[in-house]
């Protein structure tokens, strides 16, 4: 399996000022020491909760947001590296997908223009063939040609998402950041945008990096799971060795905490106490140990790293004191 | 068969007419019944001002053929100054200064607002913007009608100098409420979509977040199209503002020493015509204010 | 259906908007009861209603361009459509009490939580000061907010969403209602929030023995805490059943089709999620039957052309022709 994605250590801080002349107090570690690998064709998902910094790991990872340190290596090139113009061309083979269908499309271009902009940005093909790329978008995506010459907000959220996923394939990325990509969408339209990506990851081989909140989701779309939690990773499994059999304890609590859809299962909640603690201040050592029911004194003191607990085939690291061998 | 999707899962779209922003702000506009009365009364004033223009109308307002202070007759419609000069003649004459001043101070400082509170806006918190802020507070702090008269006076015998003076402070107003408009939009997610597809930062700012800030611009530039006119009549009264040519405001400063001798016909010829313009333009710039508004509903 | 008088009766309600592009029917012609204590969950996507419904139940319709055009809405047997606000005001808060979605916006942020709570007692319990104050601190441990004699006198933001959630619920039980309205209280909250919310909520209808109507679109949040839902759909009810026969055994073509396509862990993955075809109907373009027709597998020309009538059997309803299937 060859490798598409190789996330090193990667970190963004954001610098807190105050004080006069807004003087750096702080810093906020939206994200810290991530490393991950995706493979090529292969979808990983990332989960966690608001404030994790899922988001912000999307963004860093396609340098929409500046990394802070660490390296991001797609197929090969070290896009942390590259000039400006390198850049933008790298740009063509990562994508994104954005979660507001009401906000991610630009309100005075028609659909037509927003579709094209890629294309002419990049100077790719002629008049002649942009409009035919565009128009075959439109068929994957399924939607109708008629479309084209309307602007977003004649549309519905699942349509414009839809759009929006049209846009992220015209320059035939290898590699698409999907950012809840489904969250603000209406129950029943979920299920039909989460077929189309799905069917897309299988037909043209696009390595998808899943972020979302919903758990149910991200089992049924992903090959792999990561787990966050304040910025960290805290745990990386296959989908079913994650689902079947989580390790660290925010995943078991995050995965009891869902409702079942079906009354007469009577759910064994792990209630957490207390709420996430606030990124501009994270506990030392395990972030995650003022909520865990399973803290000792080693989680105040040192921040666990990556065990691995699975086998080759089935591969699953976990950071967490209680799976460390002394 | 590129077809991912089965097609029975397609929503289908309205085929109504393509719905944008205008088309629904210009419905809700007809709707405004002041609004509209605003509109058809500073059409018809434009209608006069371009035939003094084309020379039409309006051409002898300079002659005095006529007796001191006559009163109003078939001749002279609105009677005679005291220079025998035609009133009528001339308050139809100022029509074409109001409107020159107006859209020409309108227009322009509504681009350069626009240029200014887009970039500042866009790189807000950095040196750019803590340069456009800082011109912009040190031209706001300069006392108006002072600022007026260095620039005539430095300027002196370009005719243009009161316009240069007025647009020079009325961008700024339309440079904040802009810059606050981008400050929102750029945190919006198809300027991290364009971003993300490689379009560079000045054709983002140009072409996705500029067109997002027309309404504004829009009712803005007609405020300061009234208010280039208010000023001009202030200006021309205290004498720093048109030269050639007649205004409602030199008209006004004229009548000064008229209505002393009790002739009233000068100065109420030129404030009747600056107030019906300025009502029914502010009338016309809500009312347009309100059809953009996509918040308000109408009855 | 046991004698037991209903808390809440709503009949025939509708609500319609006058919108710029015409006259919509929000809500076209809804019944449904109530109990008292009773947890009733009401059920569908956006656009179906079910806002609507719990702004109407507490005389907040904005109007205009909104208004009850018909029906009635009965509290204890008291008609509330056409009450005067004044008297209006008098059941807000002390007979029933609402909870929003978003936290964030719902709380006046210029202003101590001390101060919005003892407001609303205040109002409604005419007890003042001291009185007040403490028994708001009561409220806020037992919505289980630690150390509630110091977190009462912060500002808004300075409480988390969770906290902030908790906050509202115990406004809104402060003067005891009989019904509480809680309108999507959780969907804006993470999933380990919503759980110890979702818990409060539970803990204190019991304690407390408040009805409450749990307006959501997540049906797993409803299959843990409602005893009974309704589905709604594009202004009308679908369907209306007790919890367990409702999971199990879905009767309305749209309740079977949301329960199949939601996204749920699953034992073993599938290649491709069930989904409802096409979209919710433009309640301004609605059709003459049936509004589920067009993505309905069973329907069949009468679905299309009249609207089908309520099947009642035990204690569920369902407005169908074909409910799940059977020929009707």
């Known amino acids: 399996m060859s490798v598409l994605l190789d996330v090193k250590n990667l970190s963004k801080h954001f610098p807190i000022h105050g004080g006069f002349f807004h003087r750096v107090v702080s810093q906020l570690k939206a994200v810290d020491d991530v490393s991950f690998v995706l493979e090529k064709g292969k979808t990983m998902g990332l989960v966690g909760e608001s404030g994790c910094g899922k988001s912000t790991l999307g963004r860093a990872v396609l340098r929409l947001h500046e990394p802070t340190g660490g390296t991001v290596v797609l197929d090969g090139t070290d896009i942390t590296k590259l000039g400006a113009q390198a850049l933008v061309n790298a740009r063509r083979d990562m994508q994104i997908i954005f979660q507001d269908p009401y906000a991610s499309l630009s309100p005075r271009r028609t659909i037509q223009q927003t579709l094209l902009e890629p294309l002419e940005t990049h100077n790719i093909g002629t008049a002649e063939s942009r409009q035919e790329k565009i128009e075959e978008l439109l068929d994957i995506v399924g939607l109708r040609k008629h479309i084209l010459h309307r602007y977003p907000h004649e549309f519905s959220g699942g349509q414009r998402q839809r759009i929006g996923i049209a846009r992220a394939l015209t320059l035939e990325p290898k590699f698409i950041v999907a950012d809840e990509a489904v969250s603000a969408l209406d129950v029943s339209v979920q299920s039909q945008v989460l077929n189309l990506i799905s069917n897309l990851q299988r037909k043209l081989g696009i390595s998808f990096l899943f972020i979302s909140h919903d758990l149910a989701v991200v089992q ?79 989680c105040a003191q040192k921040a666990p790293v990556e065990v691995e607990v699975g086998t080759k085939d089935e591969p699953h690291w976990v950071a967490c004191h209680l799976f460390e061998s002394s | 068969m590129n077809t991912v999707l089965d097609t029975s899962t397609v929503e289908a779209v309205e085929d109504n007419v393509g719905e944008s922003m205008w088309s629904k702000a210009a419905y809700k506009f007809r709707r405004d019944r002041a609004g509209m009365i605003g509109f058809y009364v500073v059409v018809f004033y434009m209608f006069v001002a371009l035939g003094v223009t084309l020379g039409l109308w309006g051409t002898e307002w300079s002659d005095n053929n006529g007796q001191k202070w006559e009163g109003v007759s078939s001749e002279y419609w609105f009677g005679t100054n005291i220079l025998g000069q035609d009133i009528f003649e001339r308050a139809i004459y100022s029509t074409k200064t109001a409107f020159e001043v107006g859209l020409v101070v309108a227009v322009i400082s509504t681009i350069i607002g626009a240029i200014f509170g887009a970039l500042s806006g866009f790189y807000s918190n950095s040196w750019i ?171 | 259906m046991s004698n037991k008088i209903p808390l809440l009766s709503v009949r025939d309600l509708v609500v319609e908007f006058n919108t710029e592009r015409g006259l919509v029917r929000a809500i076209d012609g809804i019944s449904f009861d109530v109990m008292p204590g009773e ?9 179906c209603g079910k806002s609507v419904t719990s702004l109407a139940i507490l005389g907040l319709v904005p109007s205009p361009p909104g208004k009850i055009t018909a029906g009635s809405i009965q509290l204890n047997g008291r008609e509330l459509v056409g009450l005067p606000e004044s008297e209006y005001r008098k059941i807000r808060g002390s007979e029933i009490s609402m909870i929003f979605q978003e936290p964030m916006t719902a709380l006046n942020p210029v202003f101590t939580i001390a101060n919005q709570m003892t407001d609303v007692l205040a109002r409604h319990q005419k007890i003042r000061g001291k009185q007040a104050k403490n028994r708001a601190i009561e409220m806020l441990e037992l919505v289980g907010i630690p150390s509630p004699d110091k977190r009462i006198n912060e500002y808004p933001h300075q409480l988390s969403g969770g906290m902030r959630q908790r906050v509202m619920i115990a406004m809104a039980l402060s003067c005891n209602p009989k019904l509480l309205l809680a309108d999507e209280p959780t969907t804006a909250l993470d999933v380990t929030i919503q759980a110890q919310v979702m818990e409060q909520i539970v803990k204190l209808q019991h304690d407390l023995g408040t009805a409450v109507v749990l307006v959501t679109h997540d049906l797993g949040v409803v299959a843990e805490s409602c005893q009974r839902a309704v589905v709604m759909y594009a202004g009308r009810i679908v369907e209306q059943s007790p919890i367990v026969p409702l999971f199990q055994n879905p009767q309305h073509p749209y309740s079977a089709g949301l329960m199949a396509s939601i996204p749920r862990i699953r034992a073993e993955k599938v290649d491709e999620l069930p989904t409802i075809p096409g979209t919710v109907p433009d309640l301004l373009h609605l059709p003459d039957g049936c509004r589920f027709a067009d993505r309905c597998q069973y329907s069949d020309e009468r679905c299309h052309k009249e609207q089908p009538d309520n099947k009642i059997t035990d204690s569920r309803e369902v407005a169908c022709f074909h409910p799940c299937g059977e020929a009707s």
């Open chain 1, 220 to 298: 049924h779309i992903c090959d792999d799971v990561g787990v966050m939690y304040l910025g960290r990773l805290v745990e990386k499994a296959t989908a079913t060795s994650l689902y079947k059999d989580p390790k660290h304890p925010y995943t078991k609590a995050l995965l009891s905490a869902i409702p079942t859809p079906d009354p007469t299962i009577k759910n064994e909640r792990q209630i957490l106490k207390g709420d996430v603690p606030s990124p501009l201040n994270p506990p030392s050592g395990c972030t995650f140990r003022t909520r865990c029911p399973k803290a000792m004194d080693i």
């Open chain 2, 129 to 299: 913007d803590e340069i456009i802020l800082w011109i912009m507070g040190v031209l706001d702090s300069i006392p108006f009608y002072l600022f007026v008269a260095a620039l005539a006076f430095a300027l002196s015998g370009f005719p243009y100098a009161m316009h240069v003076a007025m647009i020079a402070t009325f961008w700024t107003t339309t440079s904040r409420l802009v810059r606050g408009e981008v400050i929102k939009l750029k945190n919006f997610e198809f300027v991290e979509a364009a971003h993300a597809v490689g379009v560079p930062q000045h054709t983002i700012i140009f072409r996705h977040i500029l067109p997002n800030t027309f309404h504004i611009l829009l009712v803005q530039s007609t405020i300061v199209f009234v208010g280039a006119i208010k000023s001009e009549v202030i200006l021309s009264f205290l004498g720093l503002g048109v030269k050639d040519g007649v205004s409602w405001g030199l008209m006004i400063a004229e009548s000064t020493l008229e209505v002393q001798a009790g002739e009233f016909a000068n100065f109420y010829a030129a404030s009747a015509l600056l107030f019906i313009l300025v009502m029914a333009f502010n009338s016309f710039s809500d009312a347009i204010q309100d059809a953009l508004d996509p918040r308000k509903v109408s009855a």
């Open chain 3, 39 to 47: 947890t009733m969950g009401l059920v569908g996507e956006s656009g």
